[in-house]
Every structure is written in structure tokens, then in C-alpha cells.
T-cell receptor
Framework: GDSVTQMEGPVTLSEEAFLTINCTYTATGYPSLFWYVQYPGEGLQLLLKATKADDKGSNKGFEATYRKETTSFHLEKGSVQVSDSAVYFCALSGVFGNEKLTFGTGTRLTIIP | EAGVAQSPRYKIIEKRQSVAFWCNPISGHATLYWYQQILGQGPKLLIQFQNNGVVDDSQLPKDRFSAERLKGVDSTLKIQPAKLEDSAVYLC?????????????????FGPGTRLTVL
């Protein structure tokens, strides 16, 4: 079945550091790929998404590129801020008839001033 | 636009008791999902509705869990009787299928969740 493997956490970085959170997936066909973020005390929010190979999703300075050849969707940000402290989830979904999201285990990110 | 609403936000019960959670999706969203998120794990789908019909309930423990969406809008998830391992956050999400596109690109919008503690 479909699965998502995400970089183990927690991750602690200093403000303005470069961030990479690795995500790889196993799926049949051509899934859509997502990064969701969960800020402290809040619900899951979509951060960015990509629906086909070589697509780049971006939002709030975060980027991720859909790499079919390596089945990866790594999350990157050039300069993190304290407000980026949250739990980040990589997820995939299938095409019509199989829209459920399959999530990774989440990576807790803490940014130190 | 109002988001996905869930209630209650927190619930504490003893094992073998019953509990019910309510979800009101974003207006006009035909697809509704219930996920279970155990502490330290990613959410796992329990059931998916398209309007008032069930699309996928393969991961729903049907001996104790039930869910309904009678009028294709609000939904209720029930656990009867609860077990200790049911302690989790129960998330409701909704999405709207864009039929103009050949491939699905729906975004699922999540509610704040209900945190259940079973003692």
C-alpha cells in the first residue's frame, strides 16, 4: 500500500538557518504530494502541494519539488524564523476514487532565536 | 469563508463508555473525512464520505466505531464502547472535487480536532 517516510525529529535550528526536512514515498500511479503544518494549539493547515512530477510547490518561503525519479518531496526553506516552529507532515493522495491522505509521522521543528 | 467546525474540543471518558463527535464541513464541500491521530503519529483515515455515501471505511474498526452523514452535510463519529487505545485526536476534514481537472487536486481542509482521553 501507499506509504510516506519522513525525516525523524525533533529538529532544532537557530533563526536564519537553512532547513531541509526529507520525505520519500511509495505509491502506485501518480499521487499528489503535500506538506501540512500544525502550529502549537492549532489544526492541520496545508502549507504547499504538487500534483505532478517536477512541479514545485511554494508558500511562505517554503519550497518542495516533486521528484518522481527519487520518489521524494523534500521541504526546504532558506532562512527559518521562530514563527516556523511547528510540526510538519508530508502526505500523499491518489487520484479520483482514492483521495485519502496518507501521512508521514511528522517532524517537530523548533527554531531558537 | 467559515472553516471546518468540530465539537467538542476535548472529551475525557472511562473505558467502555460511549462518545460521539460532531463535524460541520465547509459549505458546499461534498467530501468529508474522519482521521484518527494518535500522539506522535500522522493522521490515519477512518472513513471517507462523498455526499451521504461511504467511499472508504476500510480502516474503521466497525465493531466499535460508527459514522454517519445523513443529509450529506454534518457528520457524527461514535465510539461504543471505548478502549484505552482510542485515546487520540479525531480530525474532520472536507474537500471539494474540481471536476474540470483530469486529475484530482483537492485540498483537504481540517478542523481543529477533538482530543479524546480514555481512562
Amino acid at each position: 500500500g501507499d506509504s510516506v517516510t519522513q525525516m525523524e525529529g525533533p529538529v532544532t535550528l537557530s533563526e536564519e538557518a537553512f532547513l531541509t526536512i526529507n520525505c520519500t514515498y511509495t505509491a502506485t500511479g501518480y499521487p499528489s504530494l503535500f506538506w501540512y503544518v500544525q502550529y502549537p494549539g492549532e489544526g492541520l493547515q496545508l502549507l504547499l502541494k504538487a500534483t505532478k512530477a517536477d512541479d514545485k510547490g511554494s508558500n511562505k518561503g517554503f519550497e518542495a519539488t516533486y521528484r518522481k525519479e527519487t520518489t521524494s518531496f523534500h521541504l526546504e526553506k532558506g532562512s527559518v524564523q521562530v514563527s516556523d516552529s511547528a510540526v510538519y507532515f508530508c502526505a500523499l493522495s491518489g487520484v479520483f476514487g482514492n483521495e485519502k491522505l496518507t501521512f508521514g509521522t511528522g517532524t517537530r521543528l523548533t527554531i531558537i532565536p | 469563508e467559515a472553516g471546518v467546525a468540530q465539537s467538542p474540543r476535548y472529551k475525557i471518558i472511562e473505558k467502555r463508555q460511549s462518545v460521539a463527535f460532531w463535524c460541520n464541513p465547509i459549505s458546499g464541500h461534498a467530501t468529508l473525512y474522519w482521521y484518527q491521530q494518535i500522539l506522535g503519529q500522522g493522521p490515519k483515515l477512518l472513513i471517507q464520505f462523498q455526499n451521504n455515501g461511504v467511499v472508504d471505511d476500510s480502516q474503521l474498526p466497525k465493531d466499535r466505531f460508527s459514522a454517519e452523514r445523513l443529509k450529506g452535510v454534518d457528520s457524527t463519529l461514535k465510539i461504543q464502547p471505548a478502549k484505552l487505545e482510542d485515546s487520540a485526536v479525531y480530525l474532520c476534514a472536507s474537500s471539494s472535487r474540481d471536476r474540470r481537472l483530469a486529475r484530482r487536486t483537492d485540498t483537504q481542509y481540517f478542523g481543529p480536532g477533538t482530543r479524546l482521553t480514555v481512562l
